[in-house]
């Protein structure tokens, strides 16, 4: 082999598998998820692998989380309000898979006495359409928050009906009137419910306008999938899924694929500045970047965990991406990472021992003990095959982090 050949690979071996014979020089070789002690990435509770981006999470139950048996869900992340978990998740109403979102999506409360459930369905939260919850808080002046895609305006005429069957129509993606053809036209649109408590009642308006600029080709005309974590100083860090209008109304793969963006508030009711630049865009190389999860550490690094999907993404494989979790990590929130490892796959133990595959696994959250040590990971998935663009019932589970004391 020519030097300039050997050169080459092992600069690739280098900046793919770290550097040769040591698993780090620093903690950012560590994901932020360690420290680096002796050349070893020390790995901080709840996180294994070489560069500690693994999650090490214990065999899931199926029965846990929130199901329902009628009612597709999609994920969600519970708080912990005098002494009951209280689950806020997506539900599709009518009985309609996960594909008509944008058509059935609102926002449902469910209880239980511990962090994994099973949750039992209390109430609505926020009629259709709202979609892809995560609650905060309280905040410093003790409200809870709530991030959605969302509209203050209900039109229940817009909602399908699935009690007796997927219309056949809706089987096709560009239907007009059904299968996430935005109507209502409220997807591309974030929007913020407030209360002081978790039973409500819910204020909300939409913070972050669909295609604000009015330019079509603007990298962030459509804003999806918030996620939020409250500063110490109050001020909200809200980074959301960003599209490009060029192509379509729906922006998405069709669109120019998927850039994570960034927008800060002072003030939780305050207005939301969206940064100019992506935080990160197809153009990285790592995929496509969605349904993010954004944490702060107790060391003050910023942490996102993503459904990484299509060419280049960590598990691998373009097919692989359905069921695919990446980190990205920041000491600053302006400069990001994508960590060399995939948090998980597909792949699953149950608790029986047996070891089976999701179809599809997205939408990833989080919850803390006080030490900001990660305990539960949330998922919005289904083990019903084969996934066609999630034309199946679809529910919310949850699985422990080892080591995930309360």
Request: aromatic share 10%; proline share 5%; net charge neutral.
């Amino acid at each position: 082999m020519c030097l300039f050949h050997f050169t080459h690979l092992l600069l690739f071996l280098i900046v793919t598998h770290g550097h040769p014979g040591h698993a780090c020089q620093t903690a950012h070789d560590c994901s932020l998820l360690g420290t680096c002690e002796h050349n070893v990435c020390r790995c901080d509770s709840g996180w294994i692998g070489r560069h500690c981006g693994h999650a090490n999470l214990l065999p899931l139950n199926i029965t846990h989380g929130y199901q329902n048996k009628n009612e597709a869900s999609w994920g969600g992340r519970p708080v912990h309000v005098k002494g009951k978990w209280h689950l806020f998740s997506t539900e599709i109403t009518q009985s309609c898979p996960l594909i008509l979102f944008m058509n059935n999506s609102q926002v449902v409360r469910s209880v239980s006495s511990i962090p994994e459930g099973p949750y039992i369905r209390q109430e609505v939260a926020l009629l259709p359409f709202h979609h892809n919850p995560q609650i905060i808080g309280p905040t410093p002046d003790g409200y809870y928050l709530l991030f959605t895609i969302g509209t203050t305006n209900t039109d229940d005429a817009l909602q399908i009906d699935c009690r007796s069957g997927v219309p056949s129509q809706c089987t096709q993606r560009k239907n007009k009137y059904c299968r996430g053809t935005h109507m209502p036209n409220s997807n591309g649109r974030i929007n913020l419910a407030w209360s002081q408590t978790v039973t409500g009642p819910w204020f909300s308006k939409i913070i972050l306008p669909f295609n604000a600029s009015g330019n079509s080709t603007d990298w962030n005309c459509e804003n999806n999938n918030p996620t939020a974590t409250i500063l110490r100083n109050g001020t909200i860090l809200m980074v959301y899924r960003a599209n490009s209008c060029k192509q379509s109304s729906g922006g998405g793969a069709g669109a120019g694929g998927e850039a994570l963006g960034v927008a800060v508030a002072s003030h939780w009711n305050g207005t939301y500045h969206r940064r100019s630049h992506p935080l990160i865009t197809p153009a990285n190389d790592t995929g496509y970047h969605e349904d993010p999860f954004l944490w702060q550490d107790h060391r003050g690094s910023f942490h996102l965990l993503t459904h990484n999907q299509n060419t280049h993404n960590r598990c691998g494989s373009k097919v692989a991406g359905s069921s695919c979790g990446a980190h990205l990590f920041s000491m600053d929130s302006y400069t990001w990472t994508v960590g060399i490892d995939a948090v998980y796959d597909a792949s699953v133990t149950l608790v029986n021992g047996t070891t089976t595959n999701y179809q599809t696994r997205q939408r990833p959250q989080i919850i803390f003990n006080k030490d900001m040590e990660p305990t539960h990971l949330f998922n919005g998935g289904g083990f019903e095959g084969p996934n066609q663009d999630c034309e199946q019932k679809t529910h919310t589970y949850v699985q422990a982090f080892v080591g995930g004391r309360r």
